[in-house]
């Protein structure tokens, strides 16, 4: 994937509702199962892992909730979602909607069990697309450092962001790198770096934003080699941390 495309009409709205899903229906489901709640990129969209002795799989594709097992009798479950209640996908998947649920201090709010399901299929599948988008450009930053020592690559569901953190230089300073698809801060997607002290050395007209430096999807765009702007981006934040 090398160009990026025109968001969609309410992009954010339909971000936010992806956001949601997959903190109260995609994280719950795995959290229940193994304690964990990271997810990954999957086709359309994104989703859980495997896990389990059915190597059950809980994603969304587009705006269409996929429940998969595996093994010598593997099935697919399909709900569409949009007009469904948040309390019909939570049934769908045998969840409970319990208010106690936590991804970390920033978890999205969890609605009523009414709350009725308004999302595009398209704009739900540009999230996806962009979490690819961002683990083609984090791969490509990490094999191109020496030693930087990346914790696992998943989508967190506190701040809905792909990232890792990793050492900037051999046993140097360590950053937040990876890409949100939009949130308080900027609505549409963008990647970041996040210095994790409080030091923002060499050029000042890079760090740019609260945490540390971001880059925006319409910049990446108008660069006309977005992957390639990207990594320079990302490169840029770690080389300047390294040489403190």
């Known amino acids: 994937m090398t160009d990026l495309w025109d968001l969609a009409p309410d992009y954010a709205h339909h971000a936010a509702t992806v956001r949601t899903l997959a903190t109260h229906l995609l994280a719950r489901a795995r959290f229940r199962a193994t304690g964990r709640f990271g997810l990954r990129p999957t086709p359309g969209g994104l989703g859980t892992g495997r896990f389990g002795d059915d190597h059950r799989q809980v994603r969304l ?44 201090a920033d978890t999205a709010a969890l609605p009523g069990a ?51 953190d990793l050492d900037c230089a051999p046993g140097g300073p360590r950053a937040n790198v990876g890409g949100s698809p939009g949130d308080d801060y900027l609505p549409e997607p963008y990647l970041y770096v996040g210095p994790h002290g409080p030091g923002r050395p060499g050029d000042p007209g890079y ?27 990302l490169r840029r934040g770690t080389q300047l941390l390294a040489e403190g």
Not at 123 to 140: I, M, N, S, T
Not at 225 to 231: F, L, M, S
Request: net charge negative.
């Open 61 to 104: 594709s587009g705006a269409v909730l996929v429940d998969e097992t595996g093994g010598a009798a593997p099935t697919t479950r399909l709900l569409p979602l949009a007009g469904r209640t948040l309390g019909e996908a939570a049934e769908f998947l045998s969840l409970d909607l319990d208010p106690d649920f936590s991804v970390g």
């Open 114 to 164: 009414g709350w009725v399901v308004d999302l595009d299929d398209g704009a739900a599948r540009q999230v996806g697309d962009w979490y690819r988008f961002c683990d083609q450009v984090l791969l490509q930053l990490i094999v191109g450092m020496d030693r930087p020592a990346p914790s696992g690559l998943q989508v967190w569901p506190e701040h809905f962001d792909l990232g890792t």
């Open 207 to 233: 760090w740019n934003a609260p945490f540390g430096a971001a880059l925006s999807f319409g910049e990446l765009r108008s660069s006309g080699q977005p992957v390639e702007a990207a990594v320079a981006f």
